[in-house]
């Protein structure tokens, strides 16, 4: 399982709407004969991919992959279908599929086919990997990244309205990482008027466009800010309306197939995240220097401390120190 997880990490920022999903074939001797990933919608899943390299080597073989076979026919044929015809005798899923269309289907047709099925091996690896997925399924919303750089006593400015650079080229580097794999990037209002960012990827190579989104209920934005000129990279809409609650919002972007969105700021709107309990992961840079009591507060100054974090992970980045992790 865990060579199938790493097979499945080939589509990480490139399968949405689909999830990140890998396979391996292996036989009795323990010998491999087939792997296969996921890599971008509408082409072969994983499972095919691992079969086809198997050919006739599947016979009899496991199927180790990442998650629940599908058992529809959507832009591609029925993985369950496939792995009965290839003769695999068992099959290990690291979890069930909760999309309506397959939610136990697959694992049900593959047992009426005499195969035996072992789920849950690697499910929170699995899991781990398929959080946009899984948000956007379950909840009908993106998976919410709340990135934000912050002076060591948790000001994100040094005064309303003042643009503030306060990371280093390291931590640039690494958001650059993050907006390489996500759908989408959202502002406030305020980020655009203050800091007139772009909004781009840079240095790294993506191959889907990136969705910017700038949250404005009071139609703030002109139209000479910097990230209407990059819309050769990416759409970039305007939402929300007087009244509009985030929720409603981030609902209506998932309709129109935004899975991951990395909230970048500002204040006002990662405090909104915070209020209506929409925030999944944080990944916070923290710069060694002080801001003052008449800086900007982190988060709006929400109650909020790393120790919190799930699963938390730190990182020194140059000068910079990444703290990151669940909610």
């Not at 509408?42 to 076979?69: D, F, Q, S």
């Not at 695999?88 to 697959?106: C, H, N, Q, T, Y």
């Not at 919002?249 to 990662?270: C, D, K, N, P, T």
Request: charged content about 20%.
């Amino acid at each position: 399982m865990r060579r199938a997880l790493e097979q499945a990490r080939r589509g990480l920022g490139r399968t949405t709407p689909n999830p990140i999903v890998g396979a391996t074939i292996v036989t009795d001797e323990g010998v491999v004969v087939g792997d296969g990933a996921h890599e971008r919608a509408g082409e072969p899943h994983a499972e095919i991919h691992a079969l086809n390299e198997a050919g006739e080597l599947a016979r009899g073989a496991t199927l180790y992959c990442t998650l629940e076979p599908c058992s529809h026919t959507g832009r591609t044929g029925p993985c369950t279908e496939a792995i009965i015809a290839a003769g695999i005798k068992r099959v290990v899923a690291a979890m069930e599929d909760p999309f309506p269309l397959v939610s136990g289907r697959g694992f049900a047709r593959l047992r009426e086919h005499g195969i035996d099925v072992v789920e849950g091996i690697g499910h929170d690896e699995s899991a781990r990997l398929n959080q946009p997925f899984l948000t956007a399924v379950r909840e009908g919303r993106p998976f919410v990244i709340v990135k934000a750089a912050a002076s060591i006593d948790g000001r994100i400015a040094a005064a309303p309205g003042v643009c503030t650079q306060l990371t280093s080229a390291a931590a640039h580097r690494r958001v650059q990482y993050l907006r390489a794999q996500v759908d989408a990037i959202g502002v406030g209002s305020e980020t655009v008027l203050v800091d007139d960012p772009s909004l781009t990827v840079r240095d790294i190579y993506r191959e889907r466009p990136l969705a910017r989104v700038i949250f404005d209920r009071r139609r703030r934005t002109p139209a000479s800010a910097r990230v209407f000129k990059t819309m050769h990279q990416g759409p970039v809409v305007v939402v929300g309306s007087p009244g509009d609650d985030l929720k409603s919002v981030l609902r209506q972007l998932a309709s129109e197939g935004i899975q991951s969105l990395l909230l970048e700021g500002g204040a006002q709107l990662h405090a909104a995240a915070w209020d209506e309990g929409l925030v999944d992961y944080v990944q916070l840079y923290v710069a060694p220097v002080a801001l003052g009591a008449n800086g900007v507060p982190l988060f709006g100054g929400r109650p909020w401390s790393p120790a919190s974090l799930i699963d938390p992970r730190v990182e020194i980045l140059g000068p910079d120190t990444l703290i990151e992790g669940y909610v």
